[in-house]
C-alpha cells in the first residue's frame, strides 16, 4: 500500500517531539499550509498548525495521512491493483484497525516509536482512540475530539441511508465504475449522502438562524425555485462530488459503522482501560451525530481523563473544524510541559 502524508516541522533527533493528526471522512493530509496545486483550499486546521500556532512547528514534528481507503494519495478503491487494474468492487472492507496498522506502518518507517500526541476528531477520534487502545506504549498524550467509543444504531442508520443513495445511482455499477468516462461516476448518489450527512453535520438552531424560510436569491420556491439552505447542501454536494471518489466514500463510512473500540477485547470498559496517555476528551455542545454524552463515556472509561470539555458552537458537529480557538486551546493543554 502506499500512505500519501504531509510533515511540518523539524523532527527531534530522538523523535520524541512526533505529533499525529488524523483526519475526518473527507478531510486529507492537508491539514495546514496555503491553498495551492492538488489542494484547492488551505489546510483544514491550518489556524492550528505552524509556527507559534497551537501545534507548534518550531517545537513539534506534526504528521498528517491521507487514511487507509480514502482517495487523496493514500491506496484505496480508485487506486491500481498490482496488475495494474483499478481495485474497485474487489478494495477489501477495512476497519479503523486496519487503519491505523497501516498508520503504525508509517510511523515505523518514520522513525517514530512513540507520539508526544495523538490528536483527531470525528473519524479522525476514532483512529486517534484506536491507536490509544491498541498501542498504549505509542500515545504519550491523547485529544479525541467529537467521536463516539462505538458507532451508535442512529449514526449506523444515517451512513445506510448514505450508502443506499450511492449504490441506487445507475452509474455504481456495483463499484467497478472507475473506468469510465470523465463525469460519468455515481455523482448523483454522492451528492445525495452528501447533503444528507451535512444535515448530520450543522445543527437545526444555525439552519434556522442562517437560513430560515429564505429564498435562494431571486429563485421562487413556490415555482419551482429553492429555498436558501436547499442550494446551500447543492453546493456542499457539488463540492465534494469534484473532490472525492464514491467508493472510498462508501469503504471510509463502512469502516465508521465498524467503530466499537470494545469489540473483541471484553467490551467498551475494559478496552478503555488500555488507554495509558494523558488524554483529553471534548465534544461540541450542539453536536446531534455525535452526542455529548458519548464523549462522557469515553471519558469516564479512560484513567486519568476528566470530564469532557465542551465546545461551544453553534455549527454542531463541523464545530471541531470551525471552532479552532477552543480546540487550539484543548491542545494547548495536552502541548505544555507537565
Ligand atoms: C478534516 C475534515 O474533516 S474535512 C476537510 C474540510 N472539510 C471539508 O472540506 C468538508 C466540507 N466543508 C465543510 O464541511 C465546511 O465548509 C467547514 C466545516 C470546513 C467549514 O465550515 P463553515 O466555514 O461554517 O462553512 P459553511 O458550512 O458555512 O459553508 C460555506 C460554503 O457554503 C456556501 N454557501 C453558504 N450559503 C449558501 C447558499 N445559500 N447557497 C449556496 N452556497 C452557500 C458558501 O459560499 C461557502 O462556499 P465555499 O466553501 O465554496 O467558499
Ligand atoms: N465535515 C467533516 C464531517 C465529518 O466529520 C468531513 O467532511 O469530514
Not at 504528521?63 to 468492487?89: E, F, I, K, M, Y
Not at 455529548?292 to 465542551?310: C, N, S
Request: aromatic share 8%.
Amino acid at each position: 500500500m502506499r500512505i500519501a502524508y504531509e510533515t511540518w516541522g523539524r523532527l527531534a533527533a530522538d523523535a520524541s517531539n512526533a505529533v499525529l493528526v488524523l483526519h475526518a471522512l473527507t478531510g486529507d493530509s492537508h491539514a495546514a499550509g496555503p491553498a495551492g496545486p492538488g489542494h484547492p483550499t488551505a489546510g483544514w486546521w491550518d489556524g492550528l498548525i505552524g509556527p507559534g500556532r497551537a501545534l507548534d512547528t518550531d517545537r513539534f514534528h506534526v504528521v498528517a495521512p491521507n487514511v487507509l481507503g480514502g482517495c487523496q494519495g493514500t491506496t484505496g478503491p480508485a487506486s491500481l491493483r498490482p496488475d495494474g487494474r483499478v481495485w474497485g468492487s474487489a478494495f477489501p472492507d477495512l476497519t479503523q484497525r486496519d487503519q491505523v496498522a497501516a498508520e503504525a506502518e508509517l510511523a515505523w518507517a518514520l522513525g517514530i516509536r512513540r507520539w508526544a500526541l495523538v490528536v483527531g476528531g470525528s473519524m479522525g477520534g476514532m483512529r486517534a482512540l484506536e491507536w490509544a487502545v491498541s498501542r498504549p506504549e505509542s500515545v504519550r498524550s491523547l485529544l479525541v475530539l467529537a467521536c463516539p467509543a462505538a458507532a451508535s444504531a442512529e449514526q449506523i442508520a444515517w451512513a445506510r441511508v448514505q450508502l443506499g443513495a450511492i449504490r441506487a445511482d445507475p452509474h455504481w455499477h456495483g463499484g467497478d465504475y472507475h473506468g469510465a468516462a470523465p463525469g460519468r461516476g455515481p455523482h448523483t448518489g454522492l451528492g445525495l449522502a452528501r447533503r444528507l450527512a451535512q444535515v448530520t453535520y450543522r445543527s437545526e438552531a444555525e439552519f434556522q438562524e442562517r437560513f430560515g424560510r429564505l429564498p435562494q436569491g431571486a429563485e421562487d420556491p413556490y415555482r419551482g425555485g429553492r429555498y436558501q439552505v436547499e442550494s446551500y447542501l447543492d453546493h456542499h454536494a457539488d463540492r465534494l462530488v469534484r473532490r472525492f471518489d464514491a467508493a472510498s466514500y462508501v469503504v471510509l463510512t463502512k469502516a465508521m459503522n465498524g467503530h466499537d473500540v470494545g469489540r473483541g477485547r471484553g467490551g467498551t470498559r475494559a478496552a478503555l482501560r488500555r488507554v495509558t496517555a494523558r488524554t483529553v476528551v471534548a465534544g461540541v455542545d450542539s453536536d446531534r451525530l455525535y452526542p455529548l454524552y458519548q464523549q462522557r463515556e469515553l471519558a469516564e472509561g479512560i484513567r486519568g481523563a476528566r470530564p469532557p470539555r465542551v465546545i461551544t458552537s453553534a455549527h454542531g458537529h463541523d464545530g471541531f473544524l470551525v471552532e479552532t480557538g477552543q480546540v487550539g486551546a484543548l491542545l494547548a493543554a495536552l502541548t505544555q510541559p507537565v
